[in-house]
């Protein structure tokens, strides 16, 4: 069984950064963001393999957010720039035991609580 934690999430205007960290509490293959704003259905954002040789990210977010990871320290990161009021969302970090990271959520095996993001105009 592994345990995600989120840490990162806030309250920033348009325009600005967050940078999400997820720490894992031991290692996993591949890493995913997902998102879920009120009233609507969780959706991918971003996910990387273990290597990070392989990364997807959703086209609402493609060359805004770019996930990463820290191996020795079983986290992985969300930094998301240029930030919309559209991302507001409670941001959930999830592990999967596939090699290659899925785009479906229900490709992913642990999830964590999830972080809150709010983007004001």
């Known amino acids: 069984q592994v345990q995600l934690v989120e840490s990162g999430g806030g309250s920033v205007q348009a325009g600005g950064s967050l940078r999400l960290s997820c720490a894992a509490s031991?290692?996993?293959?591949?890493m995913g963001w997902f998102r879920q704003a009120p009233g609507k259905e969780r959706e991918f954002v971003a996910a990387?393999?273990?290597?990070?040789?392989?990364?997807y990210y959703a086209d609402s977010v493609k060359g805004r957010f770019t996930i990463s990871r820290d191996n020795a320290k079983n986290t992985q990161y969300l930094q998301m720039s240029s930030l919309k009021p559209e991302d507001t969302a409670v941001y959930y970090c999830a592990a999967s035991k596939n090699g290659l990271p899925p785009i479906q959520a229900t490709g992913y095996d642990y999830w964590g609580q999830g972080t809150q993001v709010t983007v004001s105009s």
């Open positions: 031991g290692p996993t293959f591949s």
């Open positions: 990387s393999s273990r290597s990070g040789a392989h990364t």
